[in-house]
C-alpha cells in the first residue's frame, strides 16, 4: 500500500547551503568575540532552536526584531 506524501521538511541551514549567523553580524562589530558577545545577549542560539522546533516564522521575526533592536540601541 502507498501513502501521498502529506507534508517535507525542507532545511537549507547548513544542510544544502553554508550558513553562519557570524557572516550576518561581523559588518557591524569590529570583533568575532563582539558579534559572539551580542549573539549570546539576545539569547540567538535559543531563538533558532525554537524556529527549528517549529515556532511560527512571523512570531520568531517579532521577538529576535526586538531582542535585536534592544542589544543595538544600548551599544
Given amino acids: 500500500m502507498t501513502y501521498p506524501i502529506t507534508a517535507i521538511i525542507f532545511d537549507l541551514g547548513n544542510v544544502l547551503i553554508k550558513w553562519d549567523v557570524h557572516n550576518l553580524y561581523k559588518r ?7 558579534v559572539d558577545s551580542f549573539l549570546q ?3 540567538f542560539y535559543e ?21 535585536s533592536q ?6
Fill in 47 to 67: 531563538w533558532n532552536a525554537r524556529q527549528d522546533a517549529g515556532r511560527l516564522f512571523i512570531e520568531g521575526v517579532h521577538i529576535g526584531k526586538n531582542a
Fill in 41 to 43: 545577549e539576545i539569547r
Fill in 70 to 75: 534592544r542589544q543595538l540601541s544600548a551599544r
Fill in 28 to 34: 557591524f562589530f569590529p570583533t568575532p568575540e563582539a
